[in-house]
């Protein structure tokens, strides 16, 4: 069973101790979220007023 910490109770800081997290810069770093993704035009169109 795993153990859950609230978020409340848990700092930036904690979390780069616990699981060694790190700042990334590099644009790179997740590509796959940016690679071939379809076109959002239900937002766009949210975003620009024009609701269907």
């Known amino acids: ?5 609230p ?3 848990i700092t ?4 780069r101790e616990l699981f060694g997290l790190e700042f ?3 644009e790179d ?3 796959e979220w940016q690679a ?6 239900y937002v766009r169109s ?3 007023g ?3």
């Open 46 to 48: 949210f975003c620009q």
């Open 7 to 9: 978020a409340e109770n």
């Open 36 to 41: 071939n993704l379809p076109e959002l035009l």
């Open 29 to 31: 770093f997740f590509g």
């Open 12 to 15: 930036l800081n904690v979390l």
């Open 50 to 52: 024009e609701r269907n």
């Open 1 to 5: 069973m795993t153990n859950t910490i």
């Open 24 to 26: 990334v810069e590099s």
